[in-house]
């Protein structure tokens, strides 16, 4: 059974960091892609990062750009992400997912195959 617990959410003042992790019971982690997306309320869930098998490609939304950094630890089956000069509309639960037939750094939802539950990021103005 695949496992993705996500960790490091909470509230935090704009301008702030905070640092996401998202830790992997998987077989064969170090051999596909992950990433993260979120969602707010009412809205569709997005793309947010994605890094490749071995943590050499990242790909990011033009969101967060410049601010946010995406990284993984294969040794750990962790992958993070490191959210920087945190905005109010970065509030969003933030979930992370594996796409398993990818080594790349896939950007559409229908392109994973497993979730975790999601950690809550609230940015207060």
């Known amino acids: 059974q695949v496992q993705l617990v996500e960790s490091g959410g909470g509230l935090v003042q704009a301008g702030d960091s905070l640092r996401l992790s998202c830790a992997a019971s998987l077989r064969g982690f170090s051999s596909y892609a992950m990433g993260w997306f979120r969602q707010t309320p009412g809205k569709e869930r997005e793309f947010v990062a994605a890094?490749?098998?071995?943590?050499?490609?990242?790909f990011y939304a033009d969101s967060v750009k410049g601010r946010f950094t995406i990284s993984r630890d294969n040794a750990e089956k962790t992958v993070y992400l490191q959210m920087n000069s945190l905005k109010p509309e970065d509030t969003a639960v933030y979930y992370c997912a594996a796409d398993i037939d990818n080594w790349g750094t896939p950007a559409t939802i229908s392109e994973y195959d497993y979730w975790g539950q999601g950690t809550q990021v609230t940015v207060s103005s």
């Open positions: 890094v490749s098998w071995n943590g050499g490609s990242t």
